[in-house]
C-alpha cells in the first residue's frame, strides 16, 4: 500500500482548479479527477475542500457555473474560467513560480 502523502499543496487548491478549468470547463469530480491525472497521483483533491474553494471562486468572480448533462446524462454544475479567472490564474502560477525557484535555488546550495 503507498501511504505517501497526496495532500495538495497548502494555499495551492485554487490556483489547480483555475489551472485545470483553463483547459475545458468541467464539474466538480472531474476537476479532482484531472488533478489528480495531471499530477500523476500525487494529489488528490478532498471533495469537501473542492466544493469550498468552488464556491469561493465564484464568489470572487473567478468562475461562472451552469447545470448541464454529464456525458452520463446525470445533471451536474459545469464550471468555467472567467476573464478575471484567467487573469487570477497567470497571477498566482507566476507567483507560484517565483517561490518555487528560491527553494529550488536554497536546496541547490546545500548539495
Do not use: C
Not at 475545458?24 to 479527477?33: D, K, Q, S
Not at 473567478?62 to 448533462?69: A, I, K, N, Y
Not at 456525458?71 to 507566476?94: D, H, M, P, V
Amino acid at each position: 500500500m503507498n501511504d505517501q502523502n497526496t495532500d495538495v499543496i497548502q494555499g495551492t487548491l485554487d490556483m489547480l482548479i483555475l489551472k485545470t478549468l483553463s483547459l475545458e470547463p468541467l464539474h466538480g469530480f472531474g476537476i479532482g479527477r484531472r488533478v489528480e491525472q495531471i499530477s500523476r497521483g500525487v494529489f488528490k483533491v478532498n471533495p469537501g475542500s473542492l466544493l469550498t474553494a468552488l464556491q469561493r471562486l465564484e464568489r470572487a468572480g473567478w468562475l461562472d457555473s451552469e447545470w448541464r448533462q454529464t456525458e452520463n446524462s446525470r445533471r451536474a454544475k459545469f464550471y468555467t474560467l472567467t476573464r478575471a479567472g484567467k487573469k487570477q490564474l497567470e497571477i498566482e502560477a507566476a507567483e507560484w513560480i517565483r517561490r518555487a525557484s528560491a527553494i529550488a535555488r536554497l536546496l541547490r546550495e546545500g548539495a
